[in-house]
């Protein structure tokens, strides 16, 4: 693995009836990739017992929809997962709930997929409750078949919502580069479980640092294709990239605020890695601090009044907090020497960052009210975090036996999951927004 170094509902509740059809990435190049190989160990401090039965499926779906559910739930941690012995159960039910209840089952969901006029397809689910006898509601989603696997991630994330009252990441998309050989280097766009990855960008020089827009139809990061690192802002969906940060010397490190009008940015327009502010659209970058130490990786906070960032003004890098006008400087980590790469969850309350102890670099957290500090994962080459946008899970990347993957732990360090894909080495991940679209 490339070391790092510190430089740079009710009884009678109706199916939601969904759109026509999703807008998937067919713009980006469609050229086929490896998938992901997904593995889980761990279990949540508690477990909700849910049922999924088989859907009905009279017209051989290409993908498996209720699979991919209970795949989805069992990734999260949060549940445990039954497949009900096979039996197929519909959106129709009828419900047993003594029978289900006699599994000790709290839920159980049901639903149909058949093909329908110009080539689409319908999926059908309903959840119940199995304790209250209560009809919890469905979906009820027409789409092509190349959005069947986001459909059954809606459904996921419909379930997961209703029985633990938060929303779900399920219909997401990762952002991650991969590297195959010495000059193949990939921007890659994929479902949050790995799926259906995407080439966004492939290039013979190095790509770096990809970051989501906070309306998820941007990618900025940084491409050596000119010689130096430039940042470059680029359309999900046209794939129109165009430079936004191509100063003197070093660009680097791309971090948008949370309304995406600003971009932060690390130039060497002084010969020192320092950060700048500039508009996202392009402009001129005001510096936002002039120190004669390096400051680099940036992130907002989700309040958009401040930077975390890292420098090594105290000797070895630690994470520092700022105003955006500026003041004074606080300091977040102090375990350690060595504390860089530091990601913000969505609200604002814990931080997650890479530490160094011995010859590892580990994943940890930091409550950032009371200043306690988690080991979320304690293998020896873990990087780049990026919180899910409902801030119970994080994404980050790590050494395997063949080189560099792609792992999910969940914020109590209980639940891990790693993505990897064969003959590449997968690294600088970053976990997209909440879409309309999706």
Sequence with gaps: MQRRRFVLGSLSAPLVRGAASFVGLATLANSAQAQFKVDVSGIGATQIPVGIGAFRDLNHCPQPIADIVRADLTRSGLFAVSNLGGQTLTEQGPPNYAAWRSQNLEAVAGGSVAQVTGGRWQVQFRLWDAVKQADLGGLALTVMPGDLRLAAHKISDYIYQKLTGQRGVFATRITYITKAGQHNFSLNIADSDGANPQFALRSREPLLS???????????????????????????????????????????????????????????????????????????????????????????????????????????????????????????????????????????????????????????????????????????????????????????SAGGRGGEVLKTVSIDGRVRSTLSQAGVQVREPSWGPWTPDR
């Design 210 to 396: 990809p970051v989501w827009s906070p309306n998820g139809q941007e990618l900025a990061y940084v491409s050596f294709e000119t010689g130096k690192p430039v940042v470059f802002m680029q359309d999900v969906r046209s794939g129109a990239r165009r430079a936004v940060a191509n100063f003197k010397g070093s660009n680097s490190a791309p971090a948008f605020s949370p309304d995406g009008g600003t971009l932060a940015v690390v130039l060497t327009l002084t010969g020192r890695s320092q950060i700048y502010l500039m508009p996202s659209k392009g402009g001129t970058p005001r510096q936002l601090m002039r120190s004669y130490s390096i400051d680099t990786e940036p992130t907002f906070s989700p309040d958009g009044q401040s930077l975390y960032f890292v420098s090594d003004r105290d000797g070895g890098p630690q994470v520092y907090k700022v105003g955006l006008n500026g003041g004074s400087v606080q300091r977040i980590t102090y375990s350690g020497g060595y504390n860089v790469s530091p990601a913000i969850s969505p609200d604002g309350k814990t931080l997650a960052y890479i530490s160094q102890q011995g010859n590892s670099y580990q994943l940890w957290s930091i409550n950032l009210a009371t200043n306690a500090t988690q080991l979320l994962d304690d293998g020896s080459d873990c990087g780049h975090p990026s919180f899910a946008p409902n801030g119970q899970i994080v994404l980050y």
